[in-house]
């Protein structure tokens, strides 16, 4: 079965340090993207980052790194020098080519500590 | 260009009401969605539309019907609303293999409570 695991509920991080949070997934799709969301408190969710399973390289974005390792299946997101507005709910999210729907993990609440 | 645009943003139903939740999106997409956010939940697909016309069950389906009425609109209706219908719904919509990576374009959300 098609599955994404965040084990963090909840993360406490000091303003300006590096985070990484975690998401493993579980798919037998050869071909296969992998998403990271933010959703702040007031509620949108705001796409951060993107990684295709065939993709050779790490994803980047700004401040954002997607740590991909195929064969552990898991899909880190890393945000460097973290930021007060950093603090919201963040979702790993993944969609299996061979059909439209995509699934979410729980999600894990970041908090920036000044 | 508005993106995803979802109408209402908040809605208060007594138990056993109807309504329905409407969406739209003008990026051409051909796939659309619909979730439920709980505490602690995530997001849970209720519903989705690979293309005008199909419409498939998600995870949690129970207690909502879908129409795909054309390419841009995609509508979430409670027929008999129940306090566990309670929740933050979202629509979204991708086009896959645009651009080689398939974003969703997610809606602000309706808030919907259940009395």
């Known amino acids: 079965a098609q599955k994404i695991t965040q084990t963090q509920p909840g993360m406490f991080v000091q303003e300006k340090e590096a985070v990484t949070l975690d998401c493993t997934y579980d798919t037998s799709d050869p071909s296969y993207g992998l998403f990271w969301y933010k959703q702040p408190s007031s509620g949108e969710m705001i796409f951060l980052i993107y990684?295709?399973?065939?993709?050779?390289q790490n994803a980047t974005e700004g401040r954002y790194s997607l740590n991909f390792q195929k064969a552990r299946k898991s899909a880190n997101l890393v945000i460097s020098a973290s930021q007060l507005g950093d603090s919201a709910m963040y979702f790993c999210?993944?969609?299996?080519?061979?059909?439209?729907?995509?699934?979410f993990g729980k999600g894990t609440r970041l908090h920036i500590l000044p | 260009n508005a993106g995803v645009t979802q109408t209402p943003k908040f809605q208060v139903l007594k138990t056993g009401q109807s309504m329905t939740l409407q969406c739209a999106q003008d990026?051409?997409?051909?796939?659309m969605y619909w979730y439920r956010q709980d505490p602690g939940m995530g997001l849970r697909l209720i519903y989705y539309s690979a293309s005008e016309g199909t419409t498939d069950k998600g995870e949690v389906p129970n207690g909502y019907n879908v129409s795909r009425l054309n390419k841009r609109e995609f509508s979430l209706r409670l027929e008999s609303a129940a306090p566990s219908q309670t929740s933050v719904y979202f629509c979204?919509?991708?086009?896959?293999?645009?651009?080689?990576?398939?974003?969703?374009?997610f809606g602000p959300g309706t808030r919907l409570t259940v009395l």
């Open positions: 979204a919509s991708t086009s896959p293999g645009l651009a080689g990576r398939n974003e969703q374009f």
């Open positions: 999210a993944m969609f299996p080519n061979r059909d439209d729907k995509i699934i």
């Open positions: 990026m051409n997409h051909n796939s």
């Open positions: 990684q295709g399973s065939y993709d050779q």
